[in-house]
C-alpha cells in the first residue's frame, strides 16, 4: 500500500484518487479551495444556479467505467439525460440549424436546415472522422504518452498515417469534404474544444464531433457539478481523505524522487506517490526544485501555443424563452477574425485582444433545480477570449474592462435574436482573470496548451513526469482537456501506479 497525495480535487484529481484508494492505497486529496470541483464549478444566488465550468458529458462511458472501477453505477449516483436536440445553431445570416442528439437523425436536419446535400457531406466527413477514431482511441487516448514510439507505431501502418493525416488541419479536411460554408463554420467550433484555432490545430480533431455524436451528448440533473460530488464520495468510500482550503506550496523530493508535499503553512504530508491535478506549467514552474528535467518540461511547454480561455456571464433572467435549446451557440460573421484576436494572429499579430463580435454560447438548461420559479432562466454565457496575460496580451484586471465587455457581449447577442437585457434581474462577471485565481490555471488557459500544431500533443506533459513517483492528470496533461480525457488521464494514472 502507497501513501498517495493527490494535489488538486477537480475532476481529474478526484477521479484518480477514487481509483487509486479502490486499488488499496492510502489517499489524501489536498484542495486550495473550499469545495472541491475544480474547473467544474458551481455558483448559486437567490435562486438561480449556474455550472461554471462543462455543462456537456459527452463519451459516458468514462465516467461509467469509472464508477465500474470503485464499485458502484454512474446512473445510481447521477440522473445523467440525454440531450435531443443537442444544440441550436444560429448562422450569421440567421439561417437556424437545430442539431439532433442522435446520429442518425443528423444529415436529414441538415438538410432541412441546409439545403439538399448538406447532411451527406457532413456524414462522409464523420465517416472519415470514425476511422480516424478506430485507430486514435486506443493508443493516443487511453495509454501512455510514449512520444517516438507512438508515432512509430503508427507509421508501421501507412493506411492509418493517411487516415489520421497528422499534416493536415481541421480547417483543411472542412474543406476537403464540406462545401456548404456553415458546415465549415460548424466544424471549425470544435477546435475551440481543446482550446485551439482551426487553422493550425490537426484534422484528427474532427474525431471530437463524431464522438459527440455517436455516443450522445448528456446532462446531469441538477447540474453537473453534482458528478464532481459523485466522484468524490467514491473516492471517500473507499478510505480517501479529502482536505479543502489546502494549498500546497511545493512538491517535496528526497534522492530524487518524490516524498511527499509542503502546504504553504509549513505542513509536511509524506507521501510514496504524488498525483497533481494542478495547472502543469504552474507545477513545474512553482512547486516543483528547478532542475534539470524541470527545465526540459518548461521548455515543452513554452513550445506549445497556450489555450484559449473564456469570458462568461452568469444572468439570473426573468421570463422564459420560448423553443430554447439547452444548447445554443450564435455565430459571428467573421470567424477568423475571432481566432485572430484570440490568438494574437493576422491583423492582430503579436498581441491578442478580446474579441469584437465573439461566437457566443449559451447554456441555458431547463432544470427546475436551477431557478427560483417557473417564471425565471438562469443562463450561463461563455464567449472565446485570450487569457489574462498584462505582459503580453490582455489585462483583464484593468479598470472597467470586464464591465464594458460584458455590455458587448449582452449587444451582440442582442443583435443575433437573443435581446435580454431588460430581463436582467442580476449578472455575475467571470474574467480569464477570475479563472487563474479561482483554479490555478496559468493566465486561465481552459486547457493547458492548445492544440495548435501537429506536435502539440506530445508538447503536453505525459502522465508519468520525469520525477520518480509523480503524477499528472487534469487537462494540461495527455490526454487533454474535457470531462471524457479528464477522465482518461485518471484511468491513466491509476494504472501506471498499480494496484497497493
Given at each position: 500500500?502507497a501513501r498517495?497525495?493527490?494535489?488538486?480535487a477537480?475532476?481529474?484529481?478526484?477521479?484518480?484518487a477514487?481509483r487509486?484508494a479502490a486499488?488499496?492505497?492510502?489517499?489524501?486529496v489536498?484542495?486550495q479551495a473550499?469545495?472541491?470541483?475544480?474547473?467544474?464549478g458551481?455558483?448559486?444566488?437567490?435562486?438561480h444556479?449556474?455550472?461554471?465550468?462543462?455543462s456537456l458529458?459527452?463519451?459516458p462511458?468514462?465516467?461509467r467505467?469509472?464508477?465500474?472501477?470503485?464499485g458502484?453505477?454512474l446512473?445510481?449516483a447521477v440522473d445523467?439525460?440525454?440531450?435531443?436536440?443537442?444544440?441550436?445553431?444560429?448562422?450569421?445570416?440567421?439561417t437556424?440549424l437545430s442539431?439532433p442528439?442522435?446520429?442518425?437523425?443528423v444529415?436529414?436536419?441538415?438538410?432541412?436546415a441546409?439545403?439538399?446535400g448538406a447532411?451527406?457531406q457532413?456524414?462522409a466527413?464523420l465517416?472519415?472522422?470514425?476511422a480516424m477514431?478506430?485507430i486514435?482511441e486506443?493508443p493516443?487516448?487511453?495509454t501512455p504518452?510514449?512520444?517516438a514510439?507512438?508515432l512509430?507505431?503508427?507509421a508501421?501502418?501507412p493506411g492509418d498515417?493517411r487516415?489520421?493525416?497528422p499534416?493536415?488541419?481541421l480547417r483543411?479536411l472542412?474543406?476537403q469534404y464540406?462545401?456548404?460554408?456553415?458546415?465549415?463554420?460548424l466544424l471549425d467550433?470544435y477546435a475551440?474544444?481543446?482550446?485551439?484555432?482551426?487553422?493550425?490545430a490537426?484534422?484528427v480533431?474532427?474525431?471530437?464531433?463524431?464522438?459527440e455524436q455517436a455516443?450522445?451528448?448528456?446532462?446531469?440533473r441538477g447540474?453537473?457539478?453534482r458528478?464532481a460530488?459523485?466522484?468524490?464520495?467514491?473516492?471517500v468510500?473507499?478510505?480517501?481523505?479529502?482536505?479543502?482550503?489546502?494549498?500546497?506550496?511545493?512538491?517535496?523530493?528526497d534522492?530524487g524522487?518524490?516524498?511527499?508535499?509542503e502546504l504553504?503553512?509549513?505542513e509536511?504530508?509524506?507521501?510514496?506517490?504524488?498525483?497533481s491535478?494542478?495547472d502543469?506549467a504552474?507545477?513545474?514552474?512553482?512547486?516543483l526544485p528547478?532542475?534539470r528535467?524541470?527545465?526540459?518540461?518548461?521548455?515543452d511547454?513554452g513550445?506549445?501555443?497556450?489555450?484559449?480561455?473564456g469570458?462568461v456571464l452568469?444572468?439570473?433572467?426573468?421570463?422564459?424563452?420560448p423553443?430554447?435549446?439547452h444548447h445554443t451557440?450564435?455565430?459571428?460573421?467573421?470567424?477568423?477574425a475571432?481566432f485572430d484576436a484570440?490568438?494574437?494572429?493576422g491583423r492582430?499579430?503579436?498581441?491578442?485582444v478580446p474579441?469584437?463580435?465573439p461566437?457566443?454560447?449559451?447554456?441555458a438548461p431547463?432544470d427546475?433545480?436551477?431557478?427560483?420559479d417557473g417564471?425565471?432562466e438562469?443562463w450561463?454565457v461563455l464567449?472565446?477570449a485570450?487569457r489574462h496575460?498584462?505582459?503580453?496580451?490582455v489585462?483583464w484586471?484593468s479598470?472597467?474592462?470586464a464591465e464594458?465587455?460584458?455590455?458587448r457581449?449582452?449587444?451582440?447577442?442582442?443583435?443575433?435574436g437573443?435581446?435580454?437585457?431588460?430581463?436582467v434581474r442580476?449578472r455575475?462577471v467571470r474574467?480569464?482573470?477570475d479563472?487563474?485565481?479561482d483554479?490555478?490555471?496559468?493566465?486561465?488557459?481552459?486547457?493547458g496548451?492548445?492544440?495548435?500544431?501537429?506536435?502539440a500533443?506530445?508538447?503536453?506533459?505525459?502522465?508519468?513526469?520525469?520525477v520518480?513517483?509523480?503524477?499528472l492528470?487534469?487537462?494540461?496533461?495527455?490526454?487533454?482537456?474535457?470531462?471524457?480525457?479528464?477522465?482518461?488521464s485518471?484511468q491513466?494514472v491509476?494504472?501506471l501506479?498499480?494496484?497497493?
Amino acid at each position: 500500500m502507497a501513501r498517495v497525495v493527490v494535489v488538486g480535487a477537480g475532476l481529474g484529481g478526484l477521479s484518480a484518487a477514487a481509483r487509486l484508494a479502490a486499488l488499496g492505497h492510502a489517499v489524501t486529496v489536498l484542495e486550495q479551495a473550499p469545495e472541491v470541483g475544480g474547473k467544474l464549478g458551481w455558483f448559486s444566488r437567490d435562486g438561480h444556479s449556474f455550472d461554471t465550468g462543462p455543462s456537456l458529458v459527452t463519451l459516458p462511458q468514462v465516467q461509467r467505467d469509472l464508477f465500474a472501477a470503485t464499485g458502484a453505477r454512474l446512473e445510481d449516483a447521477v440522473d445523467l439525460v440525454r440531450l435531443d436536440p443537442a444544440v441550436g445553431y444560429r448562422f450569421a445570416d440567421g439561417t437556424a440549424l437545430s442539431m439532433p442528439g442522435r446520429l442518425d437523425a443528423v444529415p436529414a436536419a441538415l438538410d432541412d436546415a441546409l439545403g439538399a446535400g448538406a447532411g451527406r457531406q457532413w456524414s462522409a466527413l464523420l465517416d472519415r472522422a470514425a476511422a480516424m477514431w478506430r485507430i486514435s482511441e486506443q493508443p493516443f487516448l487511453r495509454t501512455p504518452l510514449e512520444g517516438a514510439a507512438t508515432l512509430a507505431r503508427l507509421a508501421r501502418r501507412p493506411g492509418d498515417v493517411r487516415a489520421i493525416a497528422p499534416w493536415q488541419s481541421l480547417r483543411g479536411l472542412g474543406e476537403q469534404y464540406l462545401r456548404h460554408p456553415h458546415l465549415r463554420t460548424l466544424l471549425d467550433r470544435y477546435a475551440t474544444y481543446s482550446g485551439s484555432d482551426p487553422r493550425r490545430a490537426p484534422a484528427v480533431l474532427a474525431t471530437v464531433p463524431y464522438a459527440e455524436q455517436a455516443f450522445g451528448s448528456w446532462y446531469v440533473r441538477g447540474g453537473l457539478h453534482r458528478l464532481a460530488l459523485a466522484v468524490l464520495e467514491r473516492a471517500v468510500a473507499h478510505g480517501a481523505v479529502v482536505r479543502t482550503g489546502c494549498t500546497v506550496g511545493r512538491v517535496l523530493l528526497d534522492g530524487g524522487r518524490v516524498a511527499g508535499v509542503e502546504l504553504t503553512d509549513g505542513e509536511r504530508v509524506a507521501a510514496d506517490v504524488v498525483v497533481s491535478g494542478v495547472d502543469a506549467a504552474a507545477l513545474h514552474t512553482d512547486l516543483l526544485p528547478d532542475d534539470r528535467r524541470t527545465r526540459t518540461a518548461r521548455r515543452d511547454l513554452g513550445r506549445a501555443t497556450p489555450s484559449l480561455s473564456g469570458f462568461v456571464l452568469l444572468l439570473a433572467l426573468r421570463g422564459r424563452t420560448p423553443g430554447l435549446a439547452h444548447h445554443t451557440v450564435l455565430f459571428p460573421d467573421d470567424y477568423d477574425a475571432e481566432f485572430d484576436a484570440v490568438f494574437g494572429a493576422g491583423r492582430h499579430a503579436g498581441r491578442p485582444v478580446p474579441v469584437a463580435d465573439p461566437t457566443v454560447y449559451v447554456s441555458a438548461p431547463d432544470d427546475p433545480a436551477l431557478v427560483p420559479d417557473g417564471d425565471s432562466e438562469s443562463w450561463f454565457v461563455l464567449v472565446n477570449a485570450p487569457r489574462h496575460d498584462p505582459g503580453g496580451g490582455v489585462d483583464w484586471n484593468s479598470p472597467g474592462l470586464a464591465e464594458r465587455y460584458a455590455d458587448r457581449v449582452l449587444e451582440v447577442m442582442a443583435g443575433r435574436g437573443h435581446d435580454v437585457r431588460d430581463r436582467v434581474r442580476w449578472r455575475v462577471v467571470r474574467t480569464p482573470a477570475d479563472l487563474a485565481r479561482d483554479t490555478g490555471s496559468v493566465g486561465g488557459s481552459i486547457y493547458g496548451t492548445s492544440s495548435n500544431g501537429s506536435r502539440a500533443a506530445f508538447l503536453r506533459p505525459a502522465n508519468a513526469s520525469k520525477v520518480p513517483g509523480l503524477f499528472l492528470v487534469g487537462g494540461s496533461a495527455h490526454p487533454g482537456g474535457g470531462l471524457p480525457l479528464v477522465g482518461l488521464s485518471a484511468q491513466i494514472v491509476a494504472g501506471l501506479v498499480g494496484p497497493a
